[in-house]
């Protein structure tokens, strides 16, 4: 089946830092990659919806200059978190789509702490 | 645009009991209906989903759903629990036109006791 990696699965930084993390579709092309945060107890929150080649489209809301999203091949997608802040630590969530295929698969996550 | 209501923030219920979980949505356009399950500190995993063709969908670990078009309701169910069963589970729509993003309800965490 289709799977999806993340790097790291957990990350801690010093507030001010930056975090870049990694999804990776690693038995298929993905050319739409999406971008979740998740609360503790909570849903999920669309931040973005990352296409290969073409710049992300942000959800209302999220600032698109902290959450650098880069989607550079068809198997990679990066979330950069700048200047973090501990309320940007949170459960961050890639998935990724085949072209044609309306299911998404989603990566393991990556939990984010800033200190 | 989509939204989802799953009725049930937490369901409690015993080993080897049957559970049903409830989804609503709302949508102005056709769309495709999901059901994901997320262990602690992971990723979702695909219960099941339907696309189209027959209302009562299969999936994994023996979990169905039914589609339900005139009450909007996309409840997922399981005749007899494990205790592996104990997760948080996910009912997520996408509009058939929205190339594949997803709207998610708020998540109903289901607790098997033995």
């Known amino acids: 089946g289709a799977v999806v990696s993340q790097h790291p699965s957990w990350v801690i930084c010093k507030s001010g830092t930056s975090v870049k993390i990694e999804c990776r579709s690693l038995?298929?092309?993905?050319?739409?990659m999406f971008w979740y945060r998740q609360f503790p107890k909570q849903s999920l929150m669309l931040m973005a919806t990352?296409?290969?080649?073409?710049?992300?489209?942000?959800e209302q809301g999220v600032e698109k200059d902290k959450f650098l999203i880069n989607h550079a091949s068809l198997t990679l997608s990066t979330l950069t978190v700048t200047s973090a802040h501990p309320e940007d630590s949170s459960f961050y969530i890639c998935?990724?789509?085949?072209?044609?295929?309306?299911?998404?698969?989603f990566g393991p996550g990556t939990r984010l702490t800033v200190t | 645009a989509q939204s989802v209501t799953q009725l049930d923030s937490q369901v409690p219920v015993f080993e080897e009991a049957p559970v049903e979980l409830r989804c609503n949505y709302s949508?102005?356009?056709?769309?495709?209906l999901f059901w994901y399950v997320q262990y602690p500190n992971q990723g979702l995993q695909l219960l099941l989903k339907y696309l189209s063709g027959s209302t009562l969908v299969k999936g994994i670990n023996g979990f169905e759903a039914e589609f339900n078009k005139s009450q909007t309701s996309f409840h997922l169910r399981k005749p007899s629990v494990h205790i592996s069963d104990t997760a948080e589970y996910f009912c997520?729509?996408?509009?058939?036109?929205?190339?594949?993003?997803?709207?998610f309800g708020a998540g109903t965490q289901v607790v098997v006791t033995p």
């Open positions: 997520a729509v996408s509009a058939r036109a929205s190339w594949g993003k997803f709207q």
């Open positions: 998935s990724a789509r085949e072209p044609g295929d309306y299911e998404q698969y």
């Open positions: 038995d298929f092309q993905a050319t739409t």
């Open positions: 949508s102005s356009v056709s769309v495709y």
């Open positions: 990352s296409n290969e080649g073409s710049k992300a489209t942000y």
